[in-house]
């Protein structure tokens, strides 16, 4: 019987040690933000270092930075994904708390250093579910959770775009878009980067949803680091909002 209750109170010695460890683990933050850029075959050398420095650039941003720090707890969780073809999603940062500059700053040399994922087809699909894969192992605690999706072309393999986008909605994920336009359409796929409507508007009916879910447009790939700022700050702003009553079920 002794010995029953030295090993039970061992246990919940170690049990209680393990506290601090389990609450670390749930620190709490704003926004979870998932970004998830498009390094499909579309994106050449020249337009994929754009793309990175933008990230970059604009997680170091005093107005991002502002932004952040306005929050009730001062900070938010990102993790960076980059996508292409079906199966071809990788992790490219983990889970970092992003709150003070020198957070921010590592981040994005880490970003600009680090290889390209993929050259392959564009499966946004894949790249929703996969990010949505990255938000259910986030280490961090947030009643919002936002995809940023960027890319410059429609969904061409994988899952199917709408049904990732719906499910990831009704689990109360935001996703936004940041349409990166092509101003000559590729000679053996036009459609691809310069759909019937524009590429803004089937981000807008096939790839975004949630509440404020919103799509930006970045003109070209020069523009795009301006354009990711201001859709940082956006995201951010919104955190700092009521939660929508249909997003708190």
């Not at 499966?123 to 961090?140: T, W």
């Amino acid at each position: 019987m002794v010995r029953k209750f030295i090993s039970s109170l061992a246990l919940i010695v170690a049990a209680s040690l393990l506290l601090p460890s389990a609450a670390m683990a749930a620190e709490k933050v704003d926004l979870l933000l998932v970004l998830a850029a498009d390094v499909s075959r579309s994106i050449d050398s020249a337009k994929f270092q754009l793309q990175r420095q933008g990230y970059a650039a604009a997680l170091s941003d005093p107005r991002v930075l502002d932004a952040v720090q306005a929050g009730r707890n001062g900070r938010i969780g990102v993790a960076f994904v980059e996508w292409s073809g079906a199966g071809n999603q990788h992790l490219l940062i983990d889970w970092t708390l992003i709150g003070k500059a020198d957070a921010a700053k590592g981040f994005g040399d880490r970003l600009i250093e680090l290889p390209r994922s993929f050259n392959d087809r564009t499966a946004i699909g894949g790249g929703i579910q996969f990010a949505m894969a990255q938000l259910a192992l986030a280490p961090f605690e947030s009643v919002r959770r936002t995809i940023d999706v960027s890319g410059d072309g429609t969904n061409n393999a994988g899952a199917d775009v709408t049904a990732a986008r719906d499910e990831a909605v009704r689990k109360g994920v935001v996703i936004n878009g940041l349409v990166i336009l092509t101003e000559h359409p590729m000679a053996w796929n036009p459609d691809h980067t310069n759909p019937p409507g524009g590429l803004e508007t089937y981000y807008r009916n096939n790839v975004i949803g949630g509440p404020g879910a919103f799509v930006m447009v970045a003109k070209n790939f020069e523009s795009f680091g301006d354009a990711i700022v201001s859709k940082m700050i956006a995201e951010v702003s919104q955190a700092h909002r009521p939660l929508p009553l249909q997003a708190s079920r």
